[in-house]
Structures are given as structure tokens and as C-alpha cells.
């Protein structure tokens, strides 16, 4: 099985810009979970969606975004970049059925904000 | 505030030796437990789960979990070189059927000396 895939790999942006990231879960699994990964604050769980609708959500500000499509399918969005935003943004799936599985993670967006 | 507590290190051992890895979590309520790998530049990859007290072993590693004292740990048997990389300790705190949010502690970064 493929595993999980991101688009694009590497982004440069300037504040003030937004930004969409792209996230292909394994094939069959219905759970996409986005993070951010800086290094001062660590891994971020960002929010979490199962059959396209938000089941859970992390401590971010509006500007942080996302959405899921029928096929499983997640992307992130980001409006109004600040430089604080840079960061690696991993996206993970799972099968999603109970929400104690575990996660499985694609290899990352790395956002730089200029 | 969920919070996950790990030694950030780094945790220095010698080729053969065991390494040993904890983290201690907040949230009395979390109900599963995993413990990921990451080199430098990449993303977390899957070491172990655990949802139940005892330990759990899988080839050279062993998981400890100890819900009473909300403490986890990972035994790395036999250290090789190429263990080398930060652990991330990361909880679940949502119970069944709630998904996916995981909270990560900082990662400790283990050094394996030839």
C-alpha cells in the first residue's frame, strides 16, 4: 500500500500570503490529521477530519483552516501568513473507525514565510 | 492543558547497550499511547503502541505503560547506531470513538556511540 503523500514537499511564501497544502491519505483510511512541527513548540495537532467534517480541533487561530473531500482526501489552508508560521505541516491518517488507531504520517509540507 | 513530558536529552549509549525512555502524561483519562521515531529532516515513523498496564515487545523494543503513575516508557534493546534519532512520546486522550488528537511531548534525542 501507498503510504501517505503531500503536496508540495517545499513552499516559500510572504506574510501576508495564504497557502494550501495538499494530503493524500493511505489508501482506505477515512481519518486525516494535520500538526504543525516547529522548533519551539514541537508537534501541534492542528485539527482532525472523518468523512469530511472536523471531528476535532487544536489551539490555533481562525486563519488555520481545512477541509476533506469524498475520497478521503484533506487539504490545510492558511491565510494572512506571519513568519511564526513557518514550520514543517505533517498530515496522518488512519482507518478512523474507533479514533484510537494509529497514525500513520506523510512526509511533510515544509512552509518557510519570508 | 494536556501535557506530555519527556526528557529532551540527549541520551548518549553505547553500541549493544540499553536505552531507556520515558514520558509521563497529564490527562488521566488518555487511552492509547505511541511511541515514534524521527531522524532529522524526516517524519515521526511508528515505533510501538500501547493501550494496556504491562509491557509489550516487539523485536528489540519494549513498551512500559503504567496508567496509575501516567507513565509511559520505551526499552531499546541492543542499540544500533542507526537508533539514533529524537523518540516522541505522543498520548490520546479522547476515548473511544471520539478520533484522533494526539498530544506529543518534545522528544527525547538518543545517541547511540559506536
Known amino acids: 500500500k501507498a503510504g501517505v503523500t503531500q503536496t508540495p514537499r517545499y513552499l516559500i511564501k510572504t506574510r501576508g500570503q495564504q497557502v494550501t497544502l495538499s494530503c493524500s491519505p493511505i489508501?482506505?483510511?477515512?481519518?486525516v490529521s494535520w500538526y504543525q512541527q516547529t522548533p519551539g513548540q514541537g508537534l501541534q495537532f492542528l485539527f482532525e477530519?472523518?468523512?469530511?467534517?472536523?471531528?476535532n480541533k487544536g489551539n490555533f487561530p481562525g486563519r488555520f483552516s481545512g477541509r476533506q473531500f469524498s475520497n478521503s482526501r484533506s487539504e490545510m489552508n492558511v491565510s494572512t501568513l506571519e513568519l511564526g508560521d513557518s514550520a514543517l505541516y505533517l498530515c496522518a491518517s488512519s482507518p478512523g473507525g474507533s479514533g484510537q488507531e494509529t497514525q500513520y504520517f506523510g512526509p511533510g509540507t515544509r512552509l518557510l514565510v519570508l | 492543558q494536556k501535557e506530555v513530558e519527556q526528557n529532551s536529552g540527549p541520551l548518549s549509549v553505547p553500541e549493544g547497550a540499553i536505552a531507556s525512555l520515558n514520558c509521563t502524561y497529564s490527562?488521566?483519562?488518555?487511552?492509547?499511547f505511541f511511541w515514534y521515531r524521527q531522524y532529522s529532516g524526516k517524519s515521526p515513523e511508528l515505533i510501538m503502541s500501547i493501550y494496556s498496564n504491562g509491557d509489550k515487545e516487539d523485536g528489540r523494543f519494549t513498551a512500559q505503560l503504567n496508567k496509575a503513575s501516567q507513565y509511559v516508557s520505551l526499552l531499546i534493546r541492543d542499540s544500533q547506531p542507526s537508533d539514533s534519532a529524537t523518540y516522541l512520546c505522543?498520548?490520546?486522550?479522547?476515548?473511544?470513538?471520539?478520533?484522533?488528537?494526539?498530544?506529543f511531548g518534545g522528544g527525547t534525542r538518543l545517541m547511540v556511540k559506536p
Open positions: 505522543a498520548v490520546n486522550g479522547h476515548a473511544a470513538g471520539a478520533g484522533n488528537m494526539l498530544t
Open positions: 477530519y472523518f468523512s469530511e467534517t472536523q471531528r
Open positions: 490527562d488521566r483519562g488518555s487511552q492509547s
Open positions: 489508501s482506505g483510511h477515512r481519518s
